[in-house]
């Protein structure tokens, strides 16, 4: 996805946007005579939903940062209570040349494509609190279950207050700093184009 412009823009697509694409959708169905989605019954959802982000974020184009807020509910679909969890912060793997990522491509190397490494890119949590307003960074911890390479710093385990009970829920308030590299291995930026991609933390 591309972002022009010299200003902070919002990740979320205009509503014009999305007023087109329902019209189209709409003007399709009508056309090759279908029966309307809104008669149609509703179809369950093809994978278990454990997981729902809520996410406000903000893609600075001049800084190349996107500046991010997320509430994150999880549900745990486990018979027994899961006392920790673990995000996946991709961004990291652009970080230095320490992470398991840059180790393991000589460096930053893809197929033909070389990583520019002077534009690394990064992401920081700035704020993670239960819906309590417990605050989880304190208990928190870089771990690499792949590798032996501590320096990896794109898996984050953070060990809650209460384990999260068998099929219950735990709702998280999350902040964080993305800096996106020079495009490289499908993410980041060249010019004025921005293909952003993994860029917030995932569960």
């Known amino acids: 996805m591309g972002f022009g412009g010299s200003s902070p823009s919002s990740l979320i697509l205009p509503d014009f946007s999305l007023l087109w694409f329902v019209l189209s959708v709409g003007l399709a169905t009508s056309a090759t005579g279908d029966t309307p989605a809104s008669d149609r019954p509703a179809r369950p959802p093809l994978s278990d939903r454990r997981v729902q ?5 903000i893609l600075d184009t ?20 899961v006392p920790d969890l673990q995000f996946h912060l991709y961004l990291n793997a652009f970080r230095d040349e320490k992470s398991s990522f840059r180790r393991g491509s000589d460096g930053g190397q893809l197929r033909d494509d070389v990583m520019d490494t002077r534009f690394p890119g990064a992401i920081d949590l700035l704020r993670m609190q239960t819906a309590e307003g ?52 499908r993410t980041g930026y060249y010019g004025d184009f921005f293909m952003v991609a993994q860029w917030f933390p995932k569960l």
């Open 134 to 185: 417990i605050d989880l960074l304190p208990a928190g911890e870089f771990i690499h279950p792949d590798d032996d390479n501590a320096d990896d710093r794109t898996v984050w385990r953070v060990v809650l207050p209460q384990p999260v009970p068998a099929h219950g829920t735990i709702t998280l308030d999350i902040e964080f700093l993305a800096k996106l590299p020079r495009v490289f291995a």
């Open 53 to 57: 982000y809520q996410i406000e974020a």
């Open 62 to 81: 001049e800084k190349k940062e996107i500046r991010g807020r997320q509430r994150l509910v999880w549900r745990n679909p486990a018979p027994h209570p």
